[in-house]
C-alpha cells in the first residue's frame, strides 16, 4: 500500500522557518521524483519544488526560489522542504507527491500524501 504522509506544518509568524517532512512507503522510493505542492481555497496546486531521483538536481517555483530548499534521504524514505523567510501568502496546505519525472504541474504525479497545513501570520 503506497503511503505518503506529511509532518511539520503549523502555525508561524513572518520571518520564520519550518521545516516539512515527508515519509514514503509502498514503493520504490529512489525510483520517483519526489515533489511538493501547496494549495489555497479555490486555487489549484501550485509547484513548490521537486528533486531528482538520486543525482539530487533540485527545481523551484518563483515564488519560493531563494527561500526554500528541497531535499531527500533515500535510505530513510523521506523528503524534507525546509522554508525559510515565510511571508503570509506561503499560507497554505502542503503536499508531498511522487512521479515518474519532474513536472512543475500536478496531474502528473502518481502519489500524493493527505497534506499539512502552514500559516504564515503577519
Known amino acids: 500500500q503506497v503511503q505518503l504522509a506529511e509532518t511539520g506544518g503549523g502555525l508561524v509568524q513572518t520571518g520564520d522557518s519550518l521545516r516539512l517532512s515527508c515519509v514514503a512507503s509502498?514503493?520504490?522510493?529512489?525510483?520517483?521524483?519526489m515533489a511538493w505542492f501547496r494549495q489555497t481555497p479555490g486555487k489549484e496546486r501550485e509547484f513548490v519544488a521537486a528533486?531528482?531521483?538520486?543525482?539530487?538536481?533540485?527545481y523551484y517555483g518563483d515564488s519560493v526560489k531563494g527561500r526554500f530548499i528541497i531535499s531527500r534521504d533515500n535510505a530513510k524514505n523521506m523528503v524534507y522542504l525546509e522554508m525559510n523567510s515565510l511571508k503570509p501568502e506561503d499560507t497554505a496546505v502542503y503536499y508531498c507527491?511522487?512521479?515518474?519525472?519532474?513536472?512543475?504541474?500536478?496531474?502528473?504525479?502518481?502519489?500524493w500524501g493527505q497534506g499539512t497545513q502552514v500559516t504564515v501570520s503577519s
Open positions: 507527491a511522487a512521479g515518474v519525472l519532474v513536472r512543475t504541474v500536478a496531474p502528473p504525479y502518481r502519489y
Open positions: 528533486i531528482s531521483r538520486t543525482d539530487g538536481t533540485t
Open positions: 509502498g514503493f520504490t522510493f529512489n525510483t520517483y521524483v
